[in-house]
């Protein structure tokens, strides 16, 4: 009878499916192109946009007037009506819209276009504010998507308060020198005490290495790199040339001597750590002709150095929930941060939008939380979000690591003395992993194990809270209430300390998430409802935030991990007046928990936010969105990739960043005009007890906008270097400069010493290193004036190429040299080492050119 049934069922679902596949239209998405511009930048003379999508038919049939929608990405609200009157925009959720033709709509015909216009609620500032990821799908043919055969955001010229111009980079460029190479410092970040002596040291692979056995594999990595250099293998040969890597007790945890004369190369230290960053050092002192090809010889500098760290926190956050990073690029992420001496690596690797670790006890939070598709219930897999598409193809969209993979970058980063703190987001941004843990529940009912099913559930079923978060999920956070999430934590904390312990790596703490919880969650939770009941601490939902930290707190204090999370952890709810305000949490004080603090958005009220919460007691990072985001655009610009919401922030805005006093050098506000310094009145300051408590500098990439490597190289470096300076380096004479206009003259004296290092030193070694970076290239900036164009560039020692036929400069371009005498369109671009060009600046001149 069994059988019987089944065969039944099969044939209708197949007679179905017949069904459904002969309502499509006998027509190739393919065929479509589409490509979005911006139409009216001050619609109705309001800060909204006027924005077009035009659909361009270039097949040989007709694309129906109805029957399907267009669903795409994006981080901005809309109208619902378009403007044009032939559609509908409706939020499915998060980033997820879709786009519904009407009775007004009509079809599109072999070569005909057609357009929908719509309304932004926000002006349009670059390209990355575009719709991503447009895709169709058939009414008949619900659960597929089709992407269309190409998908272009057309350029646009704004003239919005604030726009960065050629002109303007120009007289920015200004003021930095041209300083000669000989006359550079050699090492990067600064060190304390550094002293260059006449003479160098030559290495070949005759030279004699002597190590105390405390460094046995710092000198295994140092033989393998300076083979690679020289092209040879070392023999050991020479009597009288010698490098030596000797213990020092004296000396700090991290800290390190170097001193190299004509005949010898030392590098002392207490700990593998310190010598380690002494060889890091003696990297960065060579110029870059090894890396670009092998050198039989390799001269390296006299130099005086001792050295130790500013802060002994020094990180970066890389988000791969949002879009994955593959396993190889995070590893040269590390391999750099280890280059210039960053010694942790803060792994956001969960969030609403993908689970990016195997955790091999819930094999359901990779199987669904990993992968992005066409989906409207997230029941096998989650929906298209940051432009991923209809399908499992998008690499940024789908991915994760296994097992194996997570445990080898344990290992890699623990050889290069970075530790890898991994976060897991709760109970916000936590929607990949509640749909995955629905997904094991729905398995496990099925199979009748409802005991199983239950114990790892992360929503209360019967849950009719209404709430909608930052990025608009209306599903995204973890019920705190139920006893279940609290087995799933105890779970996913369990496996990840055996992969730790399996790779041999430190994991002093774990991140537990905790930012942007939105208003109106449990409330309407019977779970929480039941607790509130049984438990006299809890009045009302704000308390469910201690219970649940405490709780989180208690099960990583069992394996002697600190917990690590976003402010808001470390805050309690109250209000002053009546309104409602954050404190210091004085119940978790005692714990020695760690806060990373990211809000100082100038003008929004929070900007002592860190300097309050390293006051009040908490061992504090400063991961300040005004100066260590990477994520956010270098400056107002339509050709600049990257958010804007918290600032613009270009490398000196990393370099200018004075941790104890991160006001004093605060100039424009998030839209990058003028700051009125009224805005820091009444705020709190750094006391000295507080400096204590500030731990360390963290700067933050966040994935959204960041879909391949090469946007991630171009988003984090050379800004990277700007960290390090600033997390290493003691504090420079004009962080604590009183007089303005002296710190100023000093700032620009160092401003010009650390552009120069980079274009004439860094750059041209990161080029080629390790296969290569694809870091940001400026664009020039440009002048004209008497009919003559003038440029210069942020990084002195780049090559300008320019053209004059309105063609874009490329390597064989004209080199600038001097002012140009032409007439039209010219276009200029920088070149870096490698010949790889950066964004093109352009200007015109409509006069005849000057004889």
């Not at 991915?399 to 897991?424: C, Q």
Request: proline fraction near 6%; hydrophobic fraction near 35%.
């Amino acid at each position: 009878m069994r059988r019987f049934i089944t065969l039944i069922f099969f044939v209708a679902v197949n007679i179905s499916a017949v069904a459904v596949m002969a309502g499509v239209p006998d027509f190739d998405v393919k065929n479509l192109r589409l490509s979005w511009e911006v139409i009216d930048n001050n619609y109705h003379n309001k800060q909204e946009a006027l924005t077009g999508l035009t659909i361009t038919n270039t097949g040989k049939q007709t694309l129906p007037a109805s029957g399907w929608k267009i669903y795409f990405n994006s981080s901005r609200n809309f109208t619902a009506d378009a403007v044009s009157g032939n559609a509908k925009i409706q939020q499915v959720n998060g980033d997820l819209y879709s786009i519904t033709p009407n009775d007004k709509f009509k079809e599109v015909k072999p070569g005909e276009s057609t357009r929908i216009d719509y309304v932004c609620e926000a002006i349009v500032v670059n390209f990355t504010d575009a719709i991503e990821g447009p895709y169709f799908v058939w009414d008949a043919e619900p659960a597929k998507g089709h992407l269309p055969g190409d998908f272009t955001v057309k350029p646009y010229t704004p003239n919005y308060q604030g726009l960065i111009t050629p002109e303007i980079l120009y007289n920015q460029n200004k003021i930095i020198q041209d300083i000669p190479a000989s006359q550079l410092q050699k090492i990067i970040p600064t060190p304390l005490n550094y002293a260059e002596n006449p003479g160098t040291f030559i290495i070949t692979n005759a030279i004699t290495l002597i190590s105390d056995p405390l460094f046995a594999k710092e000198k295994a990595y140092f033989i393998t790199g300076i083979e690679k250099l020289l092209g040879s293998k070392l023999k050991g040969t020479s009597k009288d040339k010698m490098i030596i890597f000797k213990k020092d007790a004296s000396l700090g945890a991290e800290a390190y001597t170097l001193t190299v004369t004509p005949d010898e190369m030392t590098i002392a230290a207490s700990t593998p750590a310190g010598l380690f960053y002494g060889i890091q050092s003696f990297k960065t002192s060579i110029s870059s002709s090894p890396w670009m090809k092998p050198q039989a010889s390799i001269p390296v500098p006299c130099v005086s150095v001792k050295d130790e760290p500013r802060f002994p926190y020094r990180a970066v956050m890389l988000d791969v929930a949002r879009n994955f990073q593959s396993k190889q690029q995070v590893l040269k992420l590390i391999n750099l941060m280890a280059v210039y001496k960053l010694n942790t690596l803060h792994l956001h690797l969960t969030d609403d939008e993908g689970w990016r670790i195997e955790i091999p006890s819930l094999p359901e939070l990779t199987a669904v939380g990993s992968k992005r598709g066409h989906t409207l219930d997230s029941k096998t897999f989650l929906p298209a979000s940051h432009g991923s598409g209809p399908d499992f193809t998008n690499t940024a969209g789908t991915g994760f690591y296994t097992k194996a993979d997570y445990i080898e970058i344990l290992k890699y980063a623990t050889e290069r003395h970075v530790t890898v703190l991994p976060e897991i987001e709760t109970p916000g941004h936590a929607r990949a992993s509640i749909k995955a843990m629905d997904a094991r529940y729905q398995r496990l009912m099925a199979a009748g194990d409802k005991a199983g099913a239950e114990r790892t559930l992360l929503r209360d079923m019967n849950d009719k809270s209404a709430y909608r978060s930052v990025q608009y999920w209306n599903d995204n956070v973890i019920d705190v209430a139920l006893p279940s999430t609290y087995n799933y934590i105890e779970t996913v904390v369990g496996d990840l300390v055996n992969m730790y312990k399996e790779a041999g790596a430190p994991l002093p703490a774990m991140h537990f998430g905790g930012d942007e919880v939105p208003a109106g969650v449990w409330e309407q939770s019977p779970a929480y409802l039941a607790l509130k009941a049984s438990n006299p601490a809890i009045q009302n939902t704000g308390d469910l935030w201690y219970y649940f930290y405490g709780r989180v707190n208690d099960i990583l204090k069992k394996r002697n991990i600190t917990l690590s999370g976003w402010e808001e952890m470390a805050l309690r709810k109250t209000a002053v007046d009546g309104q409602a305000t954050y404190v210091p949490n004085p119940q978790f004080l005692g714990e020695k928990m760690q806060v990373d603090v990211w809000n100082n958005v100038l003008g929004d009220g929070q900007e002592d936010l860190a300097y309050k919460l390293a006051n009040g007691g908490y061992k504090t990072v400063l991961t300040c969105v005004t100066n260590l985001y990477f994520d956010m655009a270098n400056y107002k610009s339509f050709d600049e990739p990257g958010y804007y919401w918290g600032a613009f922030l270009g490398i000196d805005k990393f370099f200018s960043f004075i941790p104890y006093d991160y006001f004093k050098n605060a100039d424009v506000d998030k839209n990058g005009l003028p700051i009125n310094r009224n805005l820091f009145l009444g705020k709190q300051r750094l006391t000295d007890y507080g400096k204590t408590n500030i731990i360390g500098l963290q700067g933050a990439l966040w994935g959204e906008t960041v879909k391949s490597a090469e946007r991630m190289d171009y988003m984090i470096f050379p800004k990277l270097i700007g960290l390090a300076e600033r997390a290493w380096a003691k504090d420079p004479s004009w962080a604590t400069e009183r007089d303005t206009a002296k710190a100023r003259e000093l700032y620009n004296q160092d401003w010009s010493k650390f552009l120069n290092i980079l274009g004439k030193r860094e750059l041209p070694r990161l080029a080629y290193y390790n296969g290569g970076y694809n870091f940001r290239i400026p664009k020039p900036g440009v002048l004209l004036q008497d009919g003559k164009y003038y440029s210069n560039i942020q990084f002195p020692g780049m090559t300008i190429r320019y053209t004059t036929n309105g063609k874009e400069p490329d390597a064989g371009s004209p080199v600038y040299t001097g002012p140009v005498n032409a007439n039209g369109i010219i276009k200029f671009r920088a070149f870096d080492a490698k010949g790889r060009g950066g964004n093109v600046a352009e200007l015109q001149n409509k006069e005849s050119p000057a004889l």
